[in-house]
């Protein structure tokens, strides 16, 4: 069964960074794309960045040139580096798989205040 283990999230103030990790027990991680998705309060859940199996990587446009998405195939993890965050940041931070999604993990709580 596939488990996603998010990690990682916090309090941190407007312009703070976080670095999200996501460990990912799946059989053909280094196969696949994976993604990293984010749920505010009262929103749909949103792709905010993907990284295909080859390493590229595609954002959204609200949080291009501030997030980072990046993966390790050795240990099948995901990461996502944010810097410059802002309130509208502010989150449950999910990673999948990109489209065919597994079982959702529990995420990441990320708060973005001052």
């Known amino acids: 069964q596939v488990q996603l283990v998010e990690s990682g999230g916090g309090l941190v103030q407007p312009g703070g960074s976080l670095r999200l990790s996501c460990a990912a027990s799946?059989?053909?991680?280094?196969?696949?794309?994976m993604a990293w998705y984010r749920q505010a309060p009262g929103k749909q859940r949103e792709l905010v960045a993907r990284?295909?199996?080859?390493?590229?990587?595609i954002y959204e446009d609200s949080v291009k040139g501030r997030f980072t998405i990046s993966r390790d195939n050795t240990q099948n993890t995901v990461y996502l580096q944010m810097n410059s965050l802002k309130p509208e940041d502010t989150a449950i931070y999910y990673c999948?798989?990109?489209?065919?999604?597994?079982?959702w993990g529990q995420g990441t709580q990320v708060t973005v205040s001052s």
């Open positions: 999948n798989r990109y489209q065919f999604f597994y079982n």
């Open positions: 799946i059989n053909i991680f280094d196969k696949i794309t």
């Open positions: 990284i295909l199996s080859s390493g590229l990587t």
